[in-house]
T-cell receptor, first 113, second 114 residues
Framework: RKEVEQDPGPFNVPEGATVAFNCTYS??????FFWYRQDCRKEPKLLMS???SGNEDGRFTAQLNRASQYISLLIRDSKLSDSATYLC??????????????FGKGTLLTVNP | DTEVTQTPKHLVMGMTNKKSLKCEQH?????MYWYKQKAKKPPELMFV???????INESVPSRFSPECPNSSLLNLHLHALQPEDSALYLC?????????????FGPGTRLTVT
């Protein structure tokens, strides 16, 4: 099982649609989780951290299921500007030489007019 | 302000050249990172600096040499690179290298080795 695995995509959805991405991780000791978005030929930008209780930021909702070792990102009322690659990122380990941050391969979303 | 700056934006270099990439942040972050990203792939961690000390080197070839002159600056010195080293080089910073510390990325340097 890969350390961090995401829906391969691509996802093509119409404006206004709701879309959900899933990400699974293999190490049960993983401690923190993030979603980043990356536009074509740009840097990754932090979208949101994922908290144990789940969290929402406007149209975006992130959830964590530690028992099943997956995190999800839900985007409601999709906008054209949501078109990007969404990266699932998992932190495992402590600081210093134990630092380990693993990126999923990303899921490409295209929102169509 | 969550800004990380990188220079240059683009760099073309020959295999015998020596060049440096620069990264700067003024957020008071004490952890800084170098990543390499190839097209359609996720970023790959190269180096981690924590409190200006190198804490992680992900088995990066010695033709890449990082340097952290102070808490705001991070350099990546390049020498005798290969064409396969062509990629987007991203710098990032975070408050520290702890469990909940979110990383903020710079815009990257797009490197082409000829």
């Amino acid at each position: 099982r890969k350390e961090v695995e995401q829906d391969p995509g691509p996802f093509n959805v119409p404006e206004g649609a709701t879309v959900a991405f899933n990400c699974t991780y293999s190490n049960s000791a993983s401690q923190s989780f993030f979603w980043y978005r990356q536009d074509c030929r740009k840097e990754p930008k932090l979208l949101m951290s994922v908290y144990s209780s789940g969290n929402e930021d406007g149209r975006f909702t992130a959830q964590l299921n530690r028992a099943s070792q997956y995190i999800s990102l839900l985007i409601r009322d999709s906008k054209l500007s949501d078109s990007a690659t969404y990266l699932c990122v998992v932190f495992t380990g402590g600081g210093g030489s134990n630092y380990k941050l693993t990126f999923g391969k990303g899921t490409l979303l295209t929102v169509n007019p | 302000d969550t800004e990380v700056t990188q220079t240059p934006k683009h760099l073309v270099m020959g295999m015998t050249n020596k060049k440096s990439l620069k990264c700067e942040q003024h957020m008071g972050h004490r952890a800084m990172y170098w990543y390499k990203q190839k097209a359609k792939k996720p970023p790959e961690l190269m180096f981690v600096y924590s409190y200006e000390k190198l804490s992680i080197n992900e088995s990066v070839p010695s033709r890449f040499s990082p340097e952290c002159p102070n808490s705001s600056l991070l350099n990546l010195h390049l020498h005798a690179l290969q064409p396969e080293d062509s990629a987007l080089y991203l710098c990032a910073s975070s408050h520290s290298d702890g469990v909940n510390d979110e990383q903020y990325f710079g815009p990257g340097t797009r490197l082409t080795v000829t």
